[in-house]
């Protein structure tokens, strides 16, 4: 099954709103990942959090790391038309190598 | 290269054939992964690679699944007989030794079984 699970599946803004997604996972982790993936090709990694931290900024991203909750969620602040993507959030699982597992993914559409 | 490359971009192949899918990693990186995503799904691992140790094939949905990776760069990922049901778009990225968390992507190849 998924480690990784994003809510909410679709997300519709308007440029200029923020956009949260939230990503559960199950078991414990070394780190957790975000990606972005436009058109369903190749995945852009966006930000990498540490199972020790509990929030890491880039640019207008913000990643919380809650790992008593098991949850993640990504921000993205002042939203534009170009953010419109499918969001994945993927986990670096303890004792299962480097293989990262994925969730779903939320997909984000913003309105200019 | 500037980044992970794969081709063919595109394959429409007829159930029961043979493909081949080829994934050149960034220059240096050691570890090679493929992954599968099915049309609106997350991505789901096949197989892994890293430097000259056995690979991890943990990931291979089935015995036509084969993968190998020649002089630690370029890796090809082979189905055999294809089904429908291999349908996908098959994501190759690479990290570097020592800082294996991050991995870069290719653009994929996307496989259509008629």
């Known amino acids: 099954s998924q480690q990784g699970e994003e809510d909410p599946q679709a997300l519709s803004i308007q440029e200029g709103e923020n956009a949260t997604m939230n990503c559960s996972y199950k078991?414990?982790?070394?780190?957790l990942q975000w990606y972005r993936q436009n058109s369903g090709r190749g995945l852009v990694h966006l930000i990498l959090i540490r199972s020790n931290e509990r929030e890491k900024h880039s640019g207008r991203l913000r990643v919380t790391l809650d790992t008593s909750k098991k949850s993640s969620s990504l921000l993205i602040t002042a939203s534009r038309a170009a953010d419109t993507a499918s969001y994945f959030c993927?986990?670096?699982?303890?004792?299962?190598?480097?293989?990262?597992?994925f969730g779903a993914g939320t997909i984000l559409r913003v309105k200019s | 290269g500037a980044g992970v490359s794969q081709s063919p971009s595109n394959k429409v192949t007829e159930k029961g054939k043979d493909v081949e899918l080829r994934c050149d990693p960034i220059?240096?990186?050691?570890?090679l992964y493929w992954y599968r995503q099915s049309l609106g799904q997350g991505l789901e691992f096949l197989i892994y690679?890293?430097?000259?140790?056995?690979?991890?094939k943990s990931g291979l949905p089935s015995d036509r699944f084969s993968a190998e990776r020649t002089g630690g760069s370029v890796s090809t990922l082979t189905i055999q007989r294809t089904q429908q049901e291999d349908s996908a778009v098959y994501l190759c990225?690479?990290?570097?030794?020592?800082?294996?968390?991050?991995?870069?992507f290719g653009p994929g190849t996307r496989l259509l079984v008629l």
């Open positions: 690679f890293q430097g000259n140790s056995a690979p991890d």
């Open positions: 220059s240096g990186h050691t570890a």
């Open positions: 993927a986990t670096d699982v303890m004792g299962y190598g480097n293989k990262l597992v």
């Open positions: 990225a690479s990290s570097l030794m020592g800082q294996q968390e991050t991995q870069y």
């Open positions: 078991t414990s982790i070394n780190n």
